[in-house]
């Protein structure tokens, strides 16, 4: 039996959307309301790789979700649970009850939609029956809409495939983000008058529409710089296909190389072009970085992150 009373959230939440930001609110209320830790717990892998045998382009890793839970919502007991097959044929109530034992739940909060255990047979009405029957609290969140539409992981990963990163960062309540260690590069960037610094997204992560973006890069001491970003394989340097997302951070200088960086997008700049001379892309980068000022400039009040 676990030493620490918790009150857990239960779901997968890819992206931290406004729509989890609901149950992750609660789950703090609630805790501070009966003395209880605050907690997390969500999967490893999306449970319909395994269900329905298909994959899930990610929002986001699970590294980056926790840290979006902690940095945004002020939860730091984030539990990652390995989603097999022992676990996807479990009856609900067996997990149920597994999780009580080993985290000490005291009170459970779910999405109005959330369905759990072999065959999905436990529901959130289910749950919270079940719940109140074994003296423990339990709330269901309801949907969250925006502009009439229910905010939803789904929706959300076509927004950023289409690089409506706007858009996307609304109903997400925070700016799409990718955290990384910096890479090497071909150090073209220095050369060019632009140094850059290089991140790639994990597997299984959904990549963004390939272009530029107006973005900013947040360093391991918390300083931030507005930055130009490009997602793609670089068809004016390179032949290889591996997708790169290459920043040029402005009115940064120094070696990040082996340090880890918060990629925050923006807005879509343009897409990505193959110039003819190394000339032509440099002039280019130094207009996309005007208009990354511009945009930032305009916007100051909408782009401090959550």
């Not at 839970?69 to 939860?75: A, E, L, V």
């Not at 949907?143 to 690089?163: H, K, M, N, Q």
């Not at 001491?221 to 290459?246: C, M, Q």
């Not at 402005?250 to 897409?271: C, H, M, T, V, W």
């Amino acid at each position: 039996m676990a030493d620490t009373k918790r009150v857990i959230a239960l779901g997968f939440f890819d992206g931290v959307h406004k729509g989890h930001g609901e149950l992750l609110k609660m789950t703090k209320r609630r805790a501070a309301e009966i003395g209880a830790t605050p907690s997390v717990l969500s999967f490893d892998v999306h449970p319909d790789t395994l269900v329905f045998h298909k994959d899930v382009p990610l929002i986001n890793s699970a590294i980056s979700r926790e840290e979006i839970i902690r940095r945004c919502y002020g939860i730091d007991n984030v539990v990652f649970l390995h989603f097999n097959q022992h676990v996807m044929r479990m009856p609900w109530r067996e997990f149920i009850d597994s999780l009580i034992a080993e985290l000490g739940i005291a009170w459970i909060v779910v999405g109005h939609d959330f369905c759990f255990g072999y065959k999905g047979e436990g529901t959130a009405a289910r749950l919270q029956e079940y719940c109140h029957e074994n003296g423990l609290g339990c709330d269901i969140i309801p949907a969250l809409c925006i502009d009439g539409r229910v905010v939803s992981s789904t929706y959300i990963r076509e927004l950023i495939a289409a690089g409506d990163m706007e858009t996307a960062n609304r109903f997400l309540g925070h700016p799409h983000t990718l955290s990384d260690t910096v890479h090497s590069g071909y150090h073209l960037g220095t050369n060019l008058g632009a140094p850059t610094i290089n991140m790639y997204f994990p597997d299984g992560v959904l990549v963004p529409r390939h272009g530029v973006y107006a973005a900013k890069v947040y360093l391991e001491d918390g300083s931030g710089y507005i930055a130009v970003t490009n997602v793609g394989v670089r068809p004016t340097v390179s032949d290889a296909n591996r997708v790169n997302v290459e920043s040029h951070l402005l009115d940064y200088s120094g070696n990040l190389y082996g340090r880890q960086a918060r990629l925050e997008f923006f807005k879509f700049i343009r897409p990505e072009v193959k110039f003819d001379s190394y000339e032509a892309l440099s002039a280019q980068i130094h207009a996309d970085a005007q208009t990354a000022r511009e945009y930032f400039r305009e916007h100051r009040q909408s782009t401090d992150g959550c």
